[in-house]
């Protein structure tokens, strides 16, 4: 019997540094009902791939809390009709509370209301409102809905709360501060020693302001493990302890003053974790922004009416009514009206797309200037925009291998760090006969000082933020693995249509021979408006476009493989090939023949034209290339990358395509199974291959490639075979994906050279290396301080990605923003 498997997210909040992270990993794998977890520091998350047969999701929660941790839950409130006693309300609660991700319903009888707590990832307010019907009750709407903005409140609250007690302990610790430094006259007159005073004034405020630290380290020595807050909590309970012994004279004497010390310690610590969660929570901004596009109603048209309903209330079919300056709620197709959309937030195109009756739409882009009526076509989860969100939200969730340094460093790095203020304290008091006090300075600096958050949140800050800059960029990256291998690359092989050209013919050339140009389209269009062959459909828009008059024919017939005809105002118009003309004797003059000759070295296809008998001149059609295609091969060159292209056309149409782009490797004839075969190739030659394609036919080749870069439509973004999916259809988003990758990636570089750099300095300063050559020392504060700045330096490092704008788009950006203005 196969294994049943399932996949959940938890937000968990109380993570301070990568060891909590690992702790939390640790303890859920720990679990023989979890196959895997993952935890994302920067975005405060764990997922957790379970059986479902053997664990729930509340079992999960209990472990994380067992860890010392807690799981951010979202909640809403739903009023129901028809509850009339208690029992209605027990009732409800049992069905609402055997949905798999609902944590707990509370029923208010008298407000006929119930309270949902719930996880988002495994239960919908639909599964919300069938579990209330189902249990034979009215589900009436939602009363307040708390589900979108609870995380940002939990952080807000979280900010105040250590915002209050760095404030308190600073206002307190700084002018006793001041005080052990220079003195303060009359206090030598005191009845009590001012080890006693100072102990009376810090104690309050040191179990204000260290309580959050040491509850942390106990629940983390409970579930056996080292964590910061283990070495925090050690680091200012020995300066406290120190200092109760010193003032009652137990084994220590006065001398041991540690009071002020202690407190603006624990000041500090908590001040470096306010600032660390206020950048934090900075580097999932893409993600809110993109939630943010979601509309909560929707106008729907029902009997007749306008009827403005919550936007879970939408289904499949329903016709919903978009006016001006409305966003449009779901995805789907335009069935009355003409507007135009701006759908920047999906295609990054600034100039709004006209919209009219039968063209698709898609949920969370703006109508600007005209009232739709939309179908519903896809809802909830299906929509692009979900799709969307749910790209990014993995992606941010997952480790490039380069984490694995800092993973391994933080798994040593407490246990080192203890080692090596043991060591120090036994070397400065045993060995080098320094006072016990300055031995115990020593042990409390490298305490405070060593912090290995940084190492902890170099990658997954810089991963978070470049993935969210991506998405706002129009590249969904799938993975971090993708971003490290991107920066690797060292050739990139392109199919040709449908990538580097636009995947349908078009009148390239108009060559008229005894007519004018707009005479000879005329007639062309009037024959193959009757034919659904590519070519056909080419002239016909062809002529559209040009504002030409198409008249009408009859008698159209088909000549299978060598061309079509029809009477058109009274002359039998002929359109082929070569030998078609000749069936009927008409003549194609040489110099007609020697420019048919040189449109097929171009790779294009001519189509000949013939009316009343006589040649009438030539059409050439071919797949062209689409606006940026030559500019995206030249910057891959320039950024140091070999080109190839394989298509599965002739060599003649394949080697026009390359010699126009720019590509000198070209492989013609490859058959969809084969490419990917011509892939491996180069990887077997020492390449790091990135393969470009559009998501369908070459999927093999996508796979296969160290890096697949699919083309997306706009309208189907969630490509399986992808590592990285183009939103936009435009190959210059190829190159800024790779460029995006690289800074990245430099960026990881730099976070993690600054996160060693400062334990690599600080830690031989705090244990006294320079006191016996230069008389330096390390006060545990200012230790403390380095601490937090180790970590605001590394995410505010990683945020500067926000502003990111890959080279290769800054030209573009600047000409959109200057049109804006």
Not at 488 to 516: N, S
Not at 561 to 588: H, K, M, W
Not at 667 to 691: I, M, N
């Amino acid at each position: 019997m196969p294994e049943e498997r399932r996949k959940a997210e938890l937000k968990i909040s109380g993570m301070h540094c990568a060891s909590c992270a690992l702790n939390i990993e640790k303890a859920l794998q720990g679990r023989d009902d979890v196959y895997e977890a993952r935890v994302n520091l920067a975005a405060e998350t764990a997922t957790v791939e379970y059986d479902p047969t053997r664990a729930t999701l509340a079992d999960l929660e209990r472990t994380v809390g067992d860890a010392g941790f807690e799981v951010v839950r979202n909640e809403v409130t739903v009023r129901v009709g028809g509850m009339v006693c208690a029992s209605c309300a027990q009732v409800i609660e049992i069905s609402l509370t055997d949905l798999e991700g609902v944590y707990e319903a509370r029923v208010n009888l008298a407000t006929e209301n119930v309270r949902v707590v719930y996880n988002p990832a495994l239960v919908t307010i639909s599964d919300i409102r069938a579990a209330v019907e189902d249990a034979g009750y009215q589900y009436l709407g939602l009363e307040e809905e708390v589900s979108e903005d609870v995380e940002a409140r939990m952080r807000e609250e979280d900010l105040r709360d250590k915002f209050r007690r760095f404030a308190v302990g600073f206002a307190v610790s700084i002018p006793l501060f001041f005080y052990m430094l220079f003195g303060m006259p009359g206090m030598g007159a005191l009845p009590v020693s001012v080890n006693l005073v100072m102990l009376v004034i810090t104690l309050p405020v040191f179990v204000y302001v260290s309580a959050p630290i040491f509850k942390a380290a106990a629940a983390a020595l409970r579930n056996r493990a080292l964590t910061m807050d283990v070495m925090y909590a050690m680091g200012i309970g020995v300066a406290y302890g120190a200092s109760l012994l010193g003032t009652f004279n137990i084994v220590l004497t006065p001398a041991f003053n540690f009071f002020e010390t202690a407190v603006m310690l624990a000041s500090f610590l908590t001040l470096g974790r306010y600032l660390e969660a206020r950048a934090k929570g900075r580097t999932s901004d893409a993600i809110k922004k993109l939630i943010g596009l979601r509309p909560k109603t929707a106008t729907v048209i029902r009997d007749g009416r306008e009827v403005e309903v919550p936007i879970e209330d939408v289904v499949v079919g329903d016709v919903i009514l978009v006016r001006p300056g409305e966003k449009v709620p779901v995805d789907g197709l335009v069935v009355g009206g003409e507007s135009s959309v701006n759908e920047a937030m999906i295609t990054g195109e600034p100039i709004p797309a006209d919209k009219r009756e039968g063209d698709g739409v898609v949920g969370g882009t703006l109508n600007v200037n005209g009232v739709l009526r939309v179908r519903a076509e896809k809802i909830g989860k299906d929509m692009v925009l979900s799709q969307i969100i749910r790209l990014v939200r993995d992606a941010q969730g997952s480790k490039p291998p380069v984490e694995r340094i800092a993973d391994v460093a933080v798994s040593y790095f407490i246990p080192v760090v203890l080692a090596i203020a043991t060591v120090a304290f036994l070397v400065w008091y045993l060995v080098l006969d320094a006072t016990l006090l300055f031995a115990l300075t020593v042990l409390i600096s490298i305490l405070v000082v060593a912090c290995p958050c940084a190492l902890g949140l170099a990658t997954p800050t810089a991963v978070t933020v470049g993935i969210g800059r991506g998405a706002e960029l129009g590249v969904l990256i799938r993975n971090g693995e993708a971003l490290e291998i991107s920066e690797k690359l060292t050739a990139v092989i392109f199919d040709k249509t449908g990538t580097l050209t636009r995947g349908k013919p078009d009148v390239t050339d108009i060559v008229p021979a005894g007519m004018g140009e707009g005479r000879l389209l005329s007639l062309a269009a009037a024959v193959e408006k009757n034919s659904q062959h590519p070519l056909a459909e080419a002239v016909v828009r062809r002529a559209e476009s040009a504002g030409v008059s198409v008249p009408a024919s009859e008698r159209f017939t088909t000549f299978g493989g060598r061309g079509v005809s029809a009477v058109v105002e009274g002359e039998e118009v002929l359109i082929g090939n070569q030998p078609f003309l000749d069936e009927y004797r008409i003549g194609v003059p040489p110099e007609a023949e020697s420019r048919i000759a040189a449109l097929q070295d171009e790779g294009k296809t001519a189509v000949l034209v013939a009316a009343a008998g006589r040649f009438a001149g030539i059409l050439a059609i071919a797949d062209t290339l689409k606006p940026t295609t030559k500019a995206a091969i030249a910057d891959l060159k320039k950024i140091g990358l070999t080109v190839t292209m394989i298509t599965g056309d002739n060599p003649r149409t394949a080697n026009a395509i390359a010699r126009e782009v720019g590509i000198e490797d070209v492989h013609a004839g490859v058959l969809p199974q084969e490419k990917a075969r011509e892939v491996r190739a180069l990887q077997e030659r020492g390449e790091v291959v990135a393969f470009v394609g559009d998501g369908i036919n070459d999927a093999p080749a996508l796979a296969q490639a160290d890096v697949g870069i699919a083309i997306g439509s706009g309208t189907d973004v969630a490509i399986e075979s992808g590592d990285i999916v183009l939103i936009r259809d435009d190959l210059v988003d190829a190159v800024a994906a790779i460029e995006l990758s690289r800074k990245v990636m430099s960026r990881i570089k730099q976070n993690l050279f600054w996160a060693f750099a400062y334990n690599s300095a600080l830690i031989p300063l705090a244990a006294g290396v320079l006191y016996p050559f230069f008389g330096i020392t390390f006060r545990p504060e200012f230790g403390a301080l380095a601490m937090a700045l180790s970590s605001v330096t590394v995410v505010s490092l990683s945020l500067l990605l926000k502003t990111y704008i890959p080279p290769v788009k800054r030209g573009m950006m600047s000409e959109v923003d200057a049109r804006g203005s």
